[in-house]
C-alpha cells in the first residue's frame, strides 16, 4: 500500500515522523518515535521531541512551524546563550509502520521544510522551542530587491553578483590561530603580520574552521576583531576575510572590481522637490 492509501485508511496506519538538522557540517537526525529508526541505511535517534501545527494552504508559507526537544540535547546546546552564525536547515518527515511500498522501505514524505529563525527556552531551561520559517516564504520577497542607491546592494564575494574571490590572499587571512575572545572581541594571531592596516576587515566576516560558523566584524584594530556576536564556542583557528563598505571608491582601490559594482554611483545627494536647485 502507498502512504496515502495508509494515510485515508481506517485502521491500517501507524504514523513515524523523523526530525533532520543541519548546523554546519553537522547532522543530527531525529525521531519521536520510542525506539531509533532505521531505513535502508540511515539512522534516526529517538529523542523526546514534539511539534506544532503544519499548515496548509495560504498560511503555509507565512506560519512558523515549532519544535520543542530537552535542553540537553546536542543539538539545543548549540543555541544557548546565543544562535548559531550559520543557516540551520529543518526538515520534518513522516511515513507509516508496515509500509514496504518503496522496495522493502516505507514511503517517507516531507510534510515540512524551512529554517530556524529562533531558539526559546522555558520551564525553567529545561525545553528548547526551535521556531522554523518554511521554506516557501521566500516567494513572498519582492522582485526585484535592488535599490536605486549610491551604494552596492551585492554580498561581499556573492559569486554570482560580486564575484569577488574569497581564495585570493589579498582578501583573506586563512588558518589563523586564535588567541583569545573576551566579551564580543576576538583576538588572532596574524593579521598585522599580513600586511593588512585597521579598519581593513571591518564590515567582512570570520569563519571558524570545522564548523562553518561565521561572525560578522563591525571593527578592526591591528588583531583585534570586534564581532557582532561573540562565538558560543571559541574556534582554535579561523579564515577571516576582509570587509567592504559598499562605495564606489572601495570597489575600486581595494579590490579591482568596479566592472561589478552593483550601486548607482553618481546618485544626486540633493533632491530637487524637497530643498530646490540652488
Avoid at 136 to 155: D, E, F, K, T, V
Amino acid at each position: 500500500m502507498s502512504y496515502d492509501s495508509i494515510e485515508t485508511s481506517v485502521e491500517d496506519a501507524s504514523p513515524v515522523e523523523l526530525y533532520e538538522f543541519t548546523l554546519g557540517a553537522t547532522s543530527y537526525a531525529y525521531t519521536s518515535a520510542e525506539d531509533d529508526i532505521t531505513i535502508a541505511a540511515d539512522v534516526w535517534s529517538a529523542r523526546a521531541i514534539k511539534r506544532g501545527k503544519v499548515e496548509e494552504g495560504p498560511k503555509r508559507r507565512s506560519s512558523d512551524f515549532a519544535v520543542t526537544l530537552p535542553t540537553t540535547d546536542p543539538l539545543a546546546q548549540s543555541f544557548l546563550g546565543i544562535m548559531p552564525g550559520v543557516r540551520v536547515p529543518m526538515t520534518v518527515k513522516r511515513f507509516h509502520r508496515g509500509d514496504t511500498s518503496s522496495g522493502g522501505n516505507p514511503e517517507v514524505i516531507t510534510i515540512f521544510s524551512g529554517w530556524v529563525l529562533s531558539a526559546n527556552f522555558s520551564k525553567n531551561g529545561k525545553e528548547c522551542k526551535l521556531t522554523a520559517r518554511h521554506a516557501l516564504a521566500n516567494l513572498g520577497r519582492i522582485i526585484p530587491s535592488r535599490s536605486y542607491a549610491s551604494q552596492c546592494s551585492h554580498i561581499l564575494y556573492d559569486s554570482t553578483t560580486c564575484k569577488v574571490d574569497d581564495t585570493n590572499p589579498a582578501y583573506r587571512v586563512s588558518a589563523d590561530a586564535v588567541v583569545s575572545q573576551v566579551g564580543n572581541v576576538l583576538t588572532v594571531s596574524s593579521i598585522v603580520s599580513g600586511g593588512f592596516a585597521d579598519g581593513d576587515f571591518a564590515s567582512g566576516y570570520v569563519e571558524a574552521i570545522g564548523t562553518s560558523d561565521f561572525r560578522l566584524i563591525v571593527g578592526q584594530t591591528g588583531n583585534d576583531l570586534t564581532l557582532l556576536t561573540p562565538f558560543g564556542t571559541v574556534p582554535s583557528t579561523v579564515n577571516v576575510f576582509r570587509g567592504c563598505p559598499h562605495g564606489i571608491e572601495a570597489c575600486h582601490d581595494d579590490f579591482s572590481n568596479v566592472i561589478n559594482f552593483g550601486g548607482f554611483a553618481f546618485v544626486p545627494t540633493r533632491n530637487p522637490y524637497q530643498s530646490g536647485v540652488l
